[in-house]
């Protein structure tokens, strides 16, 4: 397995300069086409997730729905999505945050999760955290039973981990 994961991380396609001048953006989809990437990624999370009762897997907009959605599937969870202003039709919770270039806000709906659910929050990139800080504090408005939090990609250097919620298990697959 650690061959085929060494391969997929490989095939990340680095994109200078987007979406802004100084950023190096991680493009997945190089690796999301090859067959063999895919399959590997999802049996690696499943894997990880099998056996800690996970009820639903909350995926952030927009790369978090991509696998967030197989691996719920493979989980027998359901799936939650984090969107961006104007995309959720009921009412929602929200909490804005910065980013690496920017700022934005999140939601999420007010009936998406309750006090019994087990939840994988997952998203594919953990920058600088403003993104998985406040998609921890949405979830904190719920009292879930528990909290994983899983990324395809860390990148280490910008130390986003160091915002998270340390009462939550945090993986990434892959660190660069």
Known sequence: MEVRLQEAKDSIR????????????????????????????????YNQYKDKGITKVVGLESRGFILGTVLAYRLGAGFVPVRKPGKLPSPTFSEKYS??????????HQDALNSDDVVLLHDDLLATGGTAKASIDLLSRFNLKNVFVNFLIELDFLKGRDKLATQYEVDSVFHF
């Not at 980013?99 to 999420?108: A, K, R, S, V």
Request: aromatic fraction near 10%; glycine fraction near 4%.
């Open 14 to 45: 680095d994109v200078i300069d987007f979406p802004k001048t100084g950023i190096v953006f991680k493009d997945i989809t190089t690796m999301l086409k090859d067959d063999k990437h895919l399959a590997t990624l999802v049996d690696t999370l």
């Open 99 to 108: 980013l690496e270039y920017g700022e934005d806000e999140i939601f999420i």
